[in-house]
């Protein structure tokens, strides 16, 4: 019965386009995830998240493509956003709780403005499978593969700074460099996994699969490994769901993320210790 209803799925385009982009972007979310949740930078992704809602909000009203105009406002804002955590009058909390508000009140503003957007903002705010277009396919897969290609083959110095950004520049390395590039990854894969999470929900796919994987090992190339796989698992089962009983996908996502987190915290308290 399984694979007749994945049988079934695959027959439509649009869900082929949402397996597609779908993978891609849980993989860069589990490792950026990972990186985030250590360094305690995850509510990044929350404010990030926001910001790109105003933006796609304002693009679409303007009759702009919607990711051309948000991926660099989003980056640019993780750029502001890394200095303000670096030290300035406003702490890096505060700026991200001031950028939450801000941004949802444009994108709110801009709605209420503007003639023929609930629809759209809807799957934009809440996610939906139906809201990738061919192009959006083609842009996701694109930026998605190379995010992946960088973090594989700048996974040391990002091993380094994510547990000793001291040591890690006594060693050599440049720690802003990296961080940066951490921050700007981030915002490219929140700005890309809104179309189906939706802006509200994105930053849990960052989230979810990394604290999971840390209660099963405290190995960081385990987390990264177990991050990537459960944040996979849930987003097939996941996404299977949100077709079988047309509930939104974002929210069928995450939920089958807490349920895995709770088996699996539940399964490390009964045992007292790591699994893996």
Not at 186 to 204: E, F, P, Y
């Amino acid at each position: 019965m399984l694979m007749n209803l994945f049988s079934e799925m695959l027959m439509y385009p649009f869900m082929i386009r949402a397996f597609l982009v779908g993978i891609v972007i849980t993989i860069c979310a589990s490792l950026l995830g990972t990186s985030l949740v250590l360094k305690r930078y995850s509510m990044i992704g929350e404010g990030l998240s926001h910001l790109g809602f105003a933006a796609l909000a304002v693009a679409y009203a303007c009759r702009l493509d919607t990711l051309m105009i948000a991926i660099p406002v989003t980056m640019l804002s993780a750029f502001f956003l890394l200095h303000i955590r670096e030290g300035s009058f406003i702490r890096g909390d505060a700026a991200i709780a001031l950028l939450c508000s801000s941004s949802l009140a444009i994108g709110v503003l801009t709605i209420s403005l503007s003639r023929g957007m609930n629809t759209d903002i809807c799957n934009f705010m809440f996610g939906s499978i139906l809201a990738m277009s061919p192009i959006d396919v083609i842009i996701s897969l694109a930026a998605g593969c190379a995010i992946i290609a960088f973090y594989v083959l700048f996974y040391r110095p990002l091993f380094s700074i994510t547990f000793d950004e001291s040591f890690a520049a006594s060693s050599g390395i440049h720690t802003g460099f990296y961080t940066l590039l951490l921050s700007l990854m981030t915002a490219v894969t929140v700005v890309l996994g809104m179309r189906m999470m939706g802006a509200l929900l994105i930053s849990s796919l960052i989230v979810f699969p990394a604290v999971t994987a840390m209660q099963l090992t405290g190995h960081y190339l385990r987390v990264t490994v177990v991050s990537v796989l459960s944040g996979l698992l849930c987003f097939t089962v996941g996404i299977t769901l949100s077709y079988a009983f047309s509930i939104p996908t974002g929210a069928s996502i995450v939920m089958t993320n807490l349920t895995l987190l709770v088996i699996v915290s539940v399964i490390r308290h009964v045992r007292g210790g790591f699994l893996l």
